[in-house]
């Protein structure tokens, strides 16, 4: 185990910055998820970590070694990719083995290594077939297995479940954090999908055009998003976001949009005087509107005070069912606003209705460049 230390981090291909000085503490045992849309650098910098990708600038510690110059085989650490590449003419025992084989293990002390990785993993009735013979979440196992037996300082992910269907990605997630927690490792994994950030990582690290945007636990950055980019990557479906002003009526502090007027919670008025008349993004996530009118006829403690002046109107343009809760996509003005409702509702497209906003929840940003939370306690 082995905290992982990036200092001015910076990769360049030719004229383009892959990676732009970055700064990034991982603490020994932590599981850290690097998530980003494609092209942010997330799995550039997992390859400078492992020894793959030569660093332009900057630093790597692992541990108390700085490894800038170490070959991969050097840095004692695991790294598990989205292609499984096991070896198809060996058997899954011989795949698990191999790494140890190469560091000079003798087969005495290999089988009792290969023998607690794969029970470890569920495989033990797998270890003599061949890659060929096993499914895809088993394949991954092995990939895995062949990490594990090395008991490595850390252990880095490249999207290693990409390949797998949706039921299978969901039951890997699952044990890959049991896996972190008996193991208590250092793990890096580096994903585009939110979902697998918020679900797997103690901490999650937001990248964008090669540069950390934000870091923190899932619900840190869930509840509170330093700028808009975060905020509409982190969550899903994503946050919805209105063009607005704030201003300040005789009855109190309003947030104005193109279609509708909405009041904001006394407690946040006196923090958020700085932007009176200035243009803000207002974000609301859609888990955080609610119908007026079922709010009305539960008494609902969601949001015991069910406000009209805090309603907006709009017509449903399309239902989607999920089961458990249903998304909404209902037209506000000249804006498609994304809400996540109770199922047992009786909607139909082309309907109208009315939403109440939870504004305690209300998130603004300003509306200039670079984007950033407007904060308030």
């Given at each position: ?79 598990v990719f989205q292609e499984y590449a096991l070896y198809p003419h060996m058997t899954v025992r011989k795949n698990l083995a191999f790494g140890l084989k190469m560091r ?274």
């Amino acid at each position: 185990m082995a905290k992982i230390t990036l200092s001015k981090l910076t990769k360049r291909f030719g004229e383009y910055e892959a990676v732009k000085g970055i700064d990034l503490t991982i603490a020994d045992g932590e599981f850290a998820v690097l998530v980003g849309p494609s092209g942010c650098g997330k799995s550039t910098t997992l390859r400078m970590i492992a020894g793959l990708e030569e660093i332009t600038s900057g630093e790597i510690t692992i541990g108390d070694t700085v490894v800038n110059d170490l070959a991969p085989k050097h840095r004692d650490i695991a790294m598990v990719f989205q292609e499984y590449a096991l070896y198809p003419h060996m058997t899954v025992r011989k795949n698990l083995a191999f790494g140890l084989k190469m560091r000079g293990y003798k087969k005495g002390e290999q089988a009792p290594l290969v023998q607690e990785a794969a029970n470890m993993l569920g495989i033990s009735e797998l270890l003599e077939r061949k890659p060929r013979e096993l499914s895809g979440g088993q394949r991954q196992r092995v990939a895995l297995g062949r990490a594990i037996v090395r008991k490595p300082k850390a252990f880095l992910f490249d999207e290693p479940l990409s390949n797998l269907d949706a039921k299978l990605r969901v039951q890997m997630r699952a044990e890959l954090s049991r896996l972190h927690r008996r193991l208590a490792t250092t793990m890096i994994y580096v994903t585009h999908d939110q979902v697998e950030a918020m679900t797997m990582g103690t901490k999650i690290v937001i990248m964008k055009d090669g540069l950390i945007q934000q870091v923190g636990s899932p619900m840190e950055v869930y509840r509170r998003p330093l700028n808009q980019f975060v905020a509409g990557f982190i969550g899903s479906p994503a946050m919805n976001f209105f063009k607005a002003m704030l201003v300040q009526r005789a009855e109190g502090v309003y947030v104005e949009a193109a279609s509708f007027r909405v009041p904001v919670p006394e407690r946040l008025c006196g923090p958020y005087q700085c932007v009176l008349g200035r243009e803000v993004i207002f974000g609301i996530r859609p888990e955080d509107i609610h119908s007026f009118e079922l709010l009305q006829q539960q008494q609902s403690a969601i949001l015991p005070e069910c406000r009209a002046d805090s309603m907006i109107c709009g017509e449903v343009e399309v239902i989607e069912p999920l089961g458990p809760e249903m998304l909404v996509l209902v037209k506000c003005g000249d804006q498609t606003t994304v809400v996540r409702l109770d199922p047992r509702l009786d909607l139909e497209v082309g309907q109208d209705i009315n939403l109440q906003l939870d504004m305690e929840k209300m998130h603004l940003f300003d509306a200039a460049h670079p984007h950033a939370r407007i904060e308030a306690p």
